[in-house]
């Protein structure tokens, strides 16, 4: 019996702050979410499945991968020790000059730590995987950025597997780790206070270069994680430089993002001369053509970022995938389980998750995101609630032949993915 697309959601009665709201309001806000889930923390890394992992796999039993999770284990330890010691610091009498020494020290040995155990010193990673390229793909560029808690290993091992499953270089711009607790204080400052670090300005300069680059056709950009908040705060910036005709050229891809925002304004050259009822039914052209978001229904930091924003009107832009199942692993939980990968590491051209039916609803607190089932590049103006979910999206084609509003029902997610189109170097266009 074929599985059916769920969607789950943890609700509350809370309305989620704008995300332009007061930084600080916005960060007290985020520290009670992340408090509210704590117990849930430990689903991010289950299931473990030890036996079945792939050689590109993050908890793979591989020296490397062993070290790095014992060096996170470690820090969690000093970083708990260091944090609870901060209190310690006011209470008792102790020198300013000296609080400010012991600070520095620990701030220095934990960077020593994760930049000779795990980061090393590469900003931006090219893919090793074996790829062929096709005349048309010398015309893409591919970037991804990486979640928290990613070494230098396990990067080069995302994007090796993103290589692999959709036959194209892929380069990686390196959101450096700092141990999980750093990691996650530093994403509720970059989502609050829109904070760019050193990578969302590396990632920045490669994303418009290729865009202007005149022999580039199509740019393409992964996010897991953390990343997308990253990659969010990176579209934006785009998204105030660049004109429409090149973000044409964008296509953004995420997995278990984290942001707490996901812009795509409608292109303002497709603005009607007549402001008509008729007119404003049309469905517009969003700025950036096509955003597809990917998220496990039970991963905690999904539930924190696109699982807890999505359902916010014009929030939260691009059509949404919710597999039922756990884990936050990029390679682990994601790839492996909605692009397997088979022995000759070409994507299978079955899996569990691509072969759902999809289960379209009406009630918007089941589907988080009323872009759900739709296209990114469109949006529908008017009342979105009196709509099917399906009633102004684009032609869907299922081998070559257009499905009318009837046959929808027999759709798996395959057919509404467009990611999925590029596994084996495939191209959707």
């Not at 309305?15 to 991010?44: E, F, G, K, N, Q």
């Not at 400052?189 to 050193?198: E, L, M, S």
Request: net charge neutral.
């Amino acid at each position: 019996m074929a599985a059916q697309l769920k969607v789950s959601r943890r609700k509350t009665n809370e309305t989620p702050l704008p995300y332009t709201a007061s930084p600080p309001y916005l960060l007290w806000s985020d520290i009670r979410l992340v408090l509210r889930y704590a117990w849930a923390l430990p689903m991010i890394f289950l299931p473990l499945h030890l036996r079945r992992t792939s050689s590109l796999d993050e908890l793979q039993l591989s020296f490397q991968s062993i070290v790095s999770v014992l060096v996170h284990l470690f820090l969690v330890v000093f970083q708990l020790i260091f944090l609870l010691s901060l209190p310690l610091l006011a209470i008792f009498p102790v020198p300013v000059p000296w609080a400010i020494v012991y600070i520095a020290a620990c701030v220095a040995f934990n960077y020593a730590i994760c930049m000779t155990m795990l980061n090393g010193f590469e900003r931006v990673l090219q893919s090793q995987a074996p790829v062929a390229e096709q005349p048309w793909q010398r015309k893409e560029r591919w970037f991804y950025i990486n979640g928290i808690a990613c070494g230098r290993y396990w990067v080069q091992n995302n994007i090796d597997q993103l290589s692999y499953s959709f036959g194209r270089r892929i380069t990686g711009v390196h959101n450096r780790t700092a141990g999980i607790i750093f990691d996650l204080i530093e994403c509720l400052i970059q989502r609050g206070f829109a904070y760019a670090t050193d990578d969302v300005r590396r990632a920045y300069v490669l994303l418009k270069e290729a865009l202007l680059d005149s022999s580039v056709e199509k740019v393409v950009l992964v996010l897991h994680s953390q990343g997308g908040i990253e990659g969010g705060l990176v579209i934006d910036w785009l998204l105030d430089e660049l004109p429409q005709d090149l973000l044409h050229q964008l296509e953004v891809y995420t997995f278990a993002n984290a942001a707490n925002h996901f812009n795509n304004p409608v292109d303002s050259c497709q603005a009607p001369a007549h402001d008509s009822f008729r007119e404003r039914m049309q469905p517009k052209r969003r700025s950036i053509k096509y955003i597809e978001h990917y998220a496990n229904a039970d991963d905690p930091v999904s539930w924190l970022g696109v699982l807890q924003f999505a359902n916010i009107p014009n929030r939260y832009l691009g059509r949404l995938f919710v597999r039922p199942g756990s884990g936050h692993l990029m390679n682990q939980h994601y790839l492996d389980n909605m692009f397997t990968l088979g022995p000759d590491k070409k994507v299978l051209e079955s899996n569990a998750f691509m072969d759902m039916k999809v289960e379209t609803s009406s009630d918007r607190d089941a589907l988080p995101g009323r872009e759900s089932l739709k296209p990114a590049g469109e949006l529908d103006e008017p009342d979105e609630e009196t709509l099917s979910p399906l009633a102004q999206s684009a032609p869907v084609f299922q081998n070559g032949t257009p499905l009318s509003g009837q046959d929808y029902t027999k759709l798996q997610v395959k057919d509404f993915s467009r990611l999925w189109q590029y596994r084996n170097g495939g191209s959707p266009d």
